[in-house]
């Protein structure tokens, strides 16, 4: 059939499918909902500036989002929630004291250039939040560092001093002030245990799925267990760095958004143990004391490769495939 004929072409896949029967709107607020408790606890531990960086961050993100899709001539689509959940996203990985400047370039560039650039939500390759959060990173490095720029707090950063005096540092941090967020850090993405939570509340509610996560941590888990083997005294142990920093931050809310992942169960499988490895191997090696936004960016780009990893479809396995040629062999004899 000639391409003239055929003005619309369409991608087509093998089934199944999974049909879930939600809209966008819905997992958007369901998403909104699971930050809740985080940012609660936020904004208890840091008042009025973690609410004025929230704040701004969602507004910024909203009216960029509106204003390139006028541009563009788009359809304005601010009702779905998807802008507020990325700068509320983005607002977690931010610190408390970060100034209105700060938050707002980033919250621009989350939208304008990690999002809108590629032609808006779902076609994006990185997680917008992550994008934004990066640029104001690198170019900002004193406002972005927690223990240069809140001085006005008697908490530590555990990762910066397990990093720079050894595992046997990570011992003044009881497992349960990490859970309770009582780190320095992003004002949202250390608050560990309400995300734990918020997360279990969307595997459960089907927003995203358990693959992710799961692997994520897992990787983390096993590749800080085999350098905590190796040297207990230079490196922590797992349980430390899976509740400190932004680890479960990025395994639930950042790593799984559905426009910068693979679908199948292998795939997900794959790419969440391989962003759990690589937080520890730029926690170790790398010159970044959290690198859990730098490993989900990293496997954001690998995640079509990922994709093609796929089983065969209608039973055609290789095992059948070779039981097929044996049986015949053995009828021919």
Not at 38 to 53: D, F, K, M, N
Not at 175 to 191: M, P, Y
Not at 201 to 210: C, E, F, H, Q
Not at 225 to 230: E, R
Request: with cysteine.
């Amino acid at each position: 059939m000639s391409q003239s004929n055929n003005d619309i072409l369409l991608a087509i896949s093998t089934p199944p499918f999974w049909h879930c029967g939600r809209t966008i709107r819905q997992n958007s607020l369901h998403t909104l909902l699971a930050l809740a408790p985080a940012a609660a606890l936020s904004l208890i531990q840091w008042g009025v500036p973690a609410a004025r960086v929230m704040a701004l961050s969602m507004v910024a993100a909203i009216v960029t989002e509106a204003v390139c899709q006028i541009l563009m001539k788009q359809k304005l689509s601010q009702d779905n929630g998807t802008a507020a959940v990325t700068g509320l996203a983005l607002a977690f990985l931010l610190p408390a004291s970060a100034p209105w400047w700060l938050t707002l370039i980033a919250a621009v560039c989350a939208m304008g250039v990690g999002r809108m650039a590629f032609g808006g939500y779902g076609a994006n390759q990185v997680n917008a939040a992550l994008v934004g959060w990066a640029l104001v990173f690198v170019s900002f490095p004193i406002p972005m560092d927690p223990n240069a720029a809140v001085l006005h707090t008697s908490l530590a950063d555990p990762l910066f001093r397990a990093k720079f005096f050894g595992g046997a540092a990570a011992a003044d941090f009881p497992l349960a002030d990490l859970l309770l967020g009582r780190q320095l850090g992003g004002l949202g993405a250390t608050q560990t245990g309400a995300l734990f939570l918020g997360g279990l509340y969307l595997a459960l509610r089907g927003v995203i799925r358990w693959e992710i996560p799961c692997a994520f941590l897992a990787g983390t888990f096993l590749v800080a267990s085999a350098f905590h083997l190796a040297d207990p005294e230079l490196y922590a142990g797992p349980l430390f760095h899976i509740f400190s920093g932004s680890t479960v931050f990025a395994a639930f809310f950042l790593a799984t958004e559905d426009s910068c992942c693979p679908h199948r169960r292998l795939p997900m499988t794959l790419y969440g143990l391989t962003g759990g490895a690589l937080v520890m191997l730029i926690r170790v090696f790398g010159v970044y004391a959290d690198g859990a936004p730098f490993a989900v960016m990293l496997i954001n780009l690998l995640a079509p490769m990922f994709a093609l990893i796929r089983s065969h479809p209608f039973g055609t396995g290789p095992r059948k495939a070779k039981r097929t040629s044996d049986n015949e062999g053995r009828a021919r004899s």
